[in-house]
């Protein structure tokens, strides 16, 4: 049988904090500390050989005090985007450069080192390295974003750009994409917007 409660609150339905049940995990006291770590790895599809591996993102697991500390945080998940992206760009990247011999008049490249340029993601900014090769007939390779796609900002980012400063003032449209990155980045400043949104209005010009 239940044990009656006689307290002046009871009649009420609220108890006080002190009588209120205290929840209490199983196993709590005797647990071993744990540990979330997020691995990417680059793998041979072929033979299944694993090529590289990083971690990209380690999370200690406790007992979430609020529902806040439930999961991971909305900086804790661009985090997370952030690593694994530089992970992998840093594997594309290398894809980008792999002339041999000149395409113009096939003689053998000389290798001029790497140089680093500006990725600016929908929610990341990122700095990049290309390898930069020239042939002695002048000839050279395309070794910055913005050189071999016509800008450091990706499509979508500029599409996000582009609905949010037709539908809101520059300034709020700044505002909200900051807020979906948790960050303050001059890729999103409102200048940066109004020229984005002049950019496609020129080239929707084109089409008409």
Known sequence: MAQRINHPAASSGVLPKRMLPQITPQGAGNQTQKRLKIIAQLEDIETGAIIEEHTVQQKNIEMPESYAD????????????????????????????????????????KKQ???????????????????????????????????IYGSAMHPELAQLQTRHGANNSFEKASQILNDFSCALRTTNNSKTIAKTIAKVGCCLDEYK
Do not use: M
Not at 80 to 99: A, T
Not at 126 to 139: D, F, L, N, T, Y
């Open 70 to 109: 439930f999961g991971l945080r909305h900086s804790q998940q661009v985090e997370l985007i952030k690593n694994s992206q530089d992970v992998l760009i840093n594997i594309e990247c290398k894809l980008l450069c792999r002339h041999i011999k000149c395409p113009e008049c096939g003689a053998k490249l």
């Open 113 to 147: 080192g790497e140089v680093k340029s500006d990725f600016h993601d929908v929610y990341t900014d990122h700095r990049v390295s290309i390898k930069r090769v020239i042939c002695s007939c002048g000839w050279r390779n395309k070794y910055t974003l913005q050189s």
